[in-house]
């Protein structure tokens, strides 16, 4: 049985640009899919799609078991979204904000009221809730537009990079909001250019690139895909590099002991700059105690040195070509090129 979100074949075109390019989804009732992908690789136009603010070219798509197609109207009545804008009317209170979204769900004014009420105290926002929203923080409008997306308990949740631009601690608490919904059975897609985030709160994630799916599946199946383990050592001075990577490159994949003389060193990376030296290995803890035994003996004084495993960011590379941060400095979406304004809008008409 399809998931609580599913999508087959979508195709979307902007003119000569192919946004999606055939992509397949399915996301299991109650989990979180993470959706990734360089700036400009269709995240966006995806969800756009999902949420029916966007008709594609070819391809099904069923949300909380209805056709997106066939039938907008259900979908939307069905579904939260949060955007990469905050979707608050900056003019109307906190309070206000969250009423008239209810009103828009038909909710009666009673019913409204106090939905948004449970709303502000659960999102903190309680002591601000008669204040505009224009005189709200960055976090702040961040939880309330959030609130707004939850005011009809909707099943399932779209979040297109919901915590962009926030600070550590607020984008700590929106994760903590993230996790009870999904404790309590939402079904969430979420896009997000901080990796860290994907990790903490996705079961499954799915990397895009050029409107494609290119892999897909749990955080540790795809680390396990970039290669593994590897050890990195800092060294106390820059005249020990030669002797730490000569020590190292004995170590370069086997996991045995290195042999009496020195291997090529191809295998081991250097900064010189931080004096970091990298190499992939296999053996785990055993090999990085004969490591550490080996660089003693050689007379190398070390700084640092770890046994790591590949992260998000690792794969992330391997499979892009380069770095989540690098991309976030791209043009997004052809689909998503228009004013925060413009973005905005359209997420309070998925709402309607």
């Not at 909380?64 to 979908?75: F, M, R, S, T, Y």
């Not at 895909?225 to 001075?237: K, Y």
């Amino acid at each position: 049985m399809p998931g609580a979100i599913y999508a087959e074949g979508l195709v979307k075109t902007f003119g000569d640009v192919r946004a999606l390019d055939g992509v397949d989804l399915d996301v299991p009732e109650g989990t979180v899919l993470g959706l990734l992908g360089p700036n400009g690789a269709g995240k966006t136009t995806a969800v756009r799609v999902l949420t029916t603010l966007l008709r594609p070219d070819s391809g099904k798509a069923v949300v909380a078991g209805i056709d997106v197609l066939k039938h907008p109207n259900e979908v939307r009545r069905s579904i939260g979204l949060s955007g990469q804008f905050a979707a608050v009317d900056e003019y109307l209170t906190g309070r206000e904000n969250l009423r008239m979204v209810g009103r828009l769900y038909q909710m009666n004014a009673r019913a409204a009221k106090a939905r948004a009420d449970e709303l502000l105290e659960r999102f903190n926002l309680s002591d601000a809730a008669d204040r505009t929203a224009k005189t709200y923080s960055g976090g702040m409008r961040r939880r309330l537009d959030l609130a707004a997306a939850l005011v009809v308990s909707p099943p399932v949740m779209f979040m297109d990079e919901p915590t962009t631009g926030l600070d550590p601690r607020n984008r700590q608490q929106l994760w903590s909001i993230i996790q009870e919904l999904v404790a309590g059975g939402t079904t969430l897609l979420l896009t997000t250019q901080y990796l860290e985030e994907a990790d903490h709160l996705a079961h499954d994630i799915c990397v895009v690139d050029h409107g494609r799916v290119i892999a897909r599946g749990t955080s540790d199946q795809l680390k396990a895909r970039t290669g593994g383990e590897r050890v990195e050592v800092v060294v106390h001075e820059r005249e020990q590099i030669d002797p730490a990577r000569a020590v190292l490159a004995a170590f370069a994949k086997s996991g045995e002991s290195p042999a009496a003389a020195d291997s090529p060193s191809g295998a081991v990376t250097v900064e010189e700059h931080t004096r970091k030296l990298t190499v992939p290995v296999t053996g785990g803890a055993k090999l990085l105690a004969e490591v550490i035994r080996e660089l003693d003996t050689r007379g190398v004084e070390i700084d640092d040195i770890g046994l790591r495993r590949p992260t998000l960011d690792d794969v992330f590379i391997s499979l892009t070509g380069h770095s989540a941060e690098d991309s976030a400095a791209e043009s997004d979406d052809p689909g998503n090129s228009k004013s925060a304004a413009k973005s905005a809008k359209s997420t309070k008409e998925a709402r309607k």
